[in-house]
């Protein structure tokens, strides 16, 4: 520990003696300075041992010493010593009434005692307690680079937080806590999401303290750093003590920042690496060869290619689609994931996989992110809710960058119908884009009903133009043939039943759908065509 008074004191070799505040005299000084200025305040840092012969003081003056020691006291000087034998021969009473008054302890220096010994000693002393603390911060930094090689970043944590006497948490890119230590500090991290989420927001390296007014209901300081390397940090540490951290203990943070940082932010050229084959395991499974997509996978996807899996596709709302999935495969961009609208997908899709421990294969592609992510696990689930979320921000008219994006989420699938989930995932975007929606199920279209699609344009067009004859016939007044072709489609083609419901005789009936073949030059027969003409009909129904 630094040299306290009580430390100087009982050093036999200086022979001091304390005149007042013998109550304070296990404050830690941090320098010995000699002054004999009347007023010495401005050139005081605080936390000195003030050394003076009062040269140049009246020290037997009342009134000039309550001064002189209030001055000192407030400018954070945390005891005066005293010559004697010098300008005194003792300590002045003037002098020892305004120490007590105000509390600062008052030493006395016997003559023989020289000014520099005392200061030598303070500094020997802080030199000392610095070594100490260095030795101390090498021996944490072993220890936490054992823990982290042994146990992961559980055992770190833990190592940190016996090193520092407190706790220390871990959060990944989204702010969640994915580690703590002690057990409990925990729910006291999860109170801390939205500071983490501020220090996400600043470049990196960043640190943060958390403390005072709001956080009062804890009694404990701490501090927030993050970890990474890139723009947008992709992971957190917080560390809680009672107060600010020692040296020793600032070596120890120091240390199981950069080891952190080395575990949760791989090197570029890995992160490429791994990139290139999820690129390749994507081309292959897409090519319907998911032997050989297993063979180059190995181990990094674990068993995400021989479950059921899902298939995302995702875009940012102002990229045009692609023409068809051939094109698709191309060497994956290299965008920022922190400041786009497919990084942040990613951010959540990659951060919910490393919570709950499972695989998931990430593809940017050009303007799109391919994911495959495991049916019914916790990724599939955090990029549903996430474009839930999106959604309804939007209906409540809040705006932000993340809702310009238009996801397709495919049905289950294996790895033999990946082509398949695939093109599923793209229909299932398009339709997400012609209805302003964020995210669409493509399961959840197969269970609703394919009228709501006819009110695309195209199809409308279409149904116009097929439908215009037979509106104009009818405008004449020579007969209502849309209104019977409805009416017999309707009833699967047949007529006494068609007729009944139009009011006329079954040969009326006849000669008007021979008069729709005739107008239409297309045969009612064909079932293609009755299909085209119903269609047709419900495109074009009023509302």
């Known amino acids: 520990m630094p040299p306290t008074l009580a430390s100087l004191v009982h050093h036999s070799a200086l022979k001091l003696t304390v005149r007042a505040g013998g109550d304070r005299l296990d404050v830690p000084v941090r320098w010995a300075h000699v002054s004999e200025l009347a007023d010495p305040v401005p050139y005081m840092e605080g936390g000195e041992l003030l050394l003076i012969t009062a040269l140049k003081l009246d020290a037997e003056d009342p009134e000039a010493m309550r001064r002189y020691v209030r001055r000192l006291a407030g400018a954070g000087v945390v005891g005066l010593g005293f010559a004697v034998g010098v300008n005194y021969e003792e300590v002045p009473r003037a002098l020892v009434d305004a120490a007590e008054e105000e509390g600062l302890p008052l030493l006395e220096v016997p003559r023989r005692t020289p000014f520099l010994a005392i200061s030598k000693e303070v500094s020997a002393a802080i030199a000392a307690d610095q070594y100490r603390a260095v030795t101390a911060g090498f021996a944490a930094q072993r220890e936490l680079t054992r823990q982290a090689l042994t146990d992961g970043p559980e055992g770190l944590l833990a190592a940190l937080a016996s090193q520092v006497d407190g706790w220390a948490a871990l959060y990944d890119a989204s702010g969640a806590v994915v580690a703590s230590a002690p057990e409990w500090a925990g729910r006291r991290a999860a109170r801390l999401t939205a500071d983490v989420e501020r220090l996400r927001e600043r470049p990196a390296p960043a640190s943060a303290v958390v403390g005072g007014p709001e956080h009062s209901d804890h009694d404990d300081r701490v501090e927030l750093h993050s970890l990474g390397t890139g723009r947008r940090p992709r992971a957190a540490l917080a560390v809680g003590t009672a107060s600010t951290l020692g040296t020793a203990e600032r070596y120890a943070v120091h ?86 609208p497919l990084g942040r997908l990613a951010e959540v899709v990659e951060s919910a996989a490393a919570r709950s421990g499972e695989t998931v294969l990430v593809v940017p592609e050009g303007e799109r992110l391919v994911v495959l992510a495991a049916d019914g696990g916790a990724a599939a689930a955090a990029a549903a809710s996430y474009g839930a979320a999106l959604e309804d921000a939007r209906a409540s008219g809040a705006e932000g960058e993340d809702d310009e994006l238009v996801v397709g989420l495919s049905a289950p699938a294996g790895p033999t119908a990946a082509a398949a989930a695939y093109r599923q995932a793209e229909q299932a975007l398009s339709v997400a884009r012609r209805r302003g929606r964020v995210l669409v199920e493509h399961e959840r279209l197969a269970a609703g009903s394919v009228l709501p699609l006819l009110a695309d344009d195209a199809v409308k067009a279409f149904a116009d133009g097929l439908l215009r004859a037979l509106h104009e016939h009818d405008a004449t007044g020579r007969g209502d043939l849309v209104a019977s072709l409805r009416a017999w489609l309707s009833r699967h083609g047949q007529w006494d039943a068609a007729a009944a419901d139009l009011g006329v005789h079954r040969h009326t009936l006849r000669y008007r759908m021979r008069r729709v073949e005739e107008i239409l030059g297309r045969s009612l027969d064909d079932p293609d065509v009755r299909m085209e003409l119903w269609l047709a009909l419900k495109a074009t129904a009023p509302q």
């Open 255 to 340: 240390s199981a920042i950069a080891l952190l940082t080395l575990t949760t932010e791989r090197s570029r050229p890995l992160q490429a690496a791994e990139q290139r084959i999820g690129v390749a395991v994507l081309r292959m499974l897409l090519a319907g060869e998911p032997d050989h997509a297993r063979a180059v996978a190995g181990d990094l996807y674990g068993g995400l290619l021989d479950a059921p899996f899902r298939v995302l596709v995702a875009e940012p709302a102002s990229a045009r689609a692609h023409a068809d999935a051939s094109s698709h495969a191309r060497v994956p961009g290299s965008a920022d994931r922190g400041g786009d």
